[in-house]
């Protein structure tokens, strides 16, 4: 997305956002104004930043930590056909169970710290990437395979010069689905059980009816997942150069 793009879309957000609130008339405490959430923000901005810092904390270890583990099932899976078809489905039953409904069991596993945040965030990203890339492995065109097989290439050479970098663009996709479902998994569970994290400062503003604080909170959520969404975006178009290269 262009610099110039977001920043329209910013604007025609905000205009729309401000429309609203003129044509319904909504008190504050229900539908406060941009200004008055900025306003909120900025008085608050020492401790938003504070939970922010944690809530980037959990979001950036889930997604690392998620990622690298989808990436080694992919792998994995992509080397025994029977191993696909013993572990795929237990990996779709998973993804059948609402992670919100995990959460609570994660938080009395894990605790209240950032360890059951970090654990949702890697639950709620390890399928898409693990997805991806295993779908990247697996179409590797069948040319380069017979050429591998004519030149007497060994597994392990086929693995890491022809399959992995012609999937490289695959994971970048789902790295992308990734860096914008992290902080999703890292909300809800701080939504569970916690005492800090912007989505503890959203239910404690929600609760003392401190709306605006609520949507200042929001925004910085929102605001941390495109910077996310554009570092990760970043890595992808370098794999994608990179599988060019190769």
Not at 24 to 37: E, K, N, Q, W, Y
Not at 47 to 58: H, P, R, V, Y
Not at 184 to 213: F, P, Q, T
């Amino acid at each position: 997305m262009r610099r110039w793009d977001l920043l329209a879309a910013l604007l025609l957000g905000l205009g729309l956002w401000q429309a609203l609130v003129w044509l319904t008339g909504a008190p504050h405490f229900i539908l406060p104004s941009p200004l008055r959430v900025a306003q909120a923000g900025w008085a608050s901005r020492v401790l938003i930043a504070e939970n922010a810092l944690i809530t980037a904390t959990e979001v950036i270890a889930g997604l690392i930590i998620g990622a690298g583990l989808g990436v080694m099932s992919a792998v994995w899976l992509s080397l025994s056909a029977t191993v696909r078809r013993l572990v795929m489905p237990l990996l779709v039953f998973t993804q059948a169970v609402p992670v919100f409904a995990l959460a609570p069991v994660l938080t009395l596993w894990f605790g209240y710290g950032i360890g059951s945040k970090i654990v949702m965030a890697v639950l709620i990203i390890y399928f898409p990437v693990t997805s991806a890339f295993l779908d990247g492995l697996m179409r590797t065109p069948a040319g380069y395979l017979d050429l591998a097989s004519t030149m007497r290439a060994t597994r392990t050479q086929v693995l890491r010069r022809i399959q992995i970098p012609s999937a490289l663009p695959a994971l970048g996709s789902g790295l992308r689905l990734a860096a914008v479902y992290a902080p999703i998994g890292a909300v809800i569970g701080e939504w569970v059980g916690a005492s800090k994290g912007l989505g503890y400062l959203m239910l404690l503003a929600n609760g003392r009816a401190k709306i605006d604080l609520m949507f200042a909170s929001l925004i910085v959520l929102a605001l941390l997942t495109v910077i996310l969404h554009w570092a990760v975006g970043f890595l992808a178009r370098r794999l994608d150069r990179y599988a060019g290269e190769t």
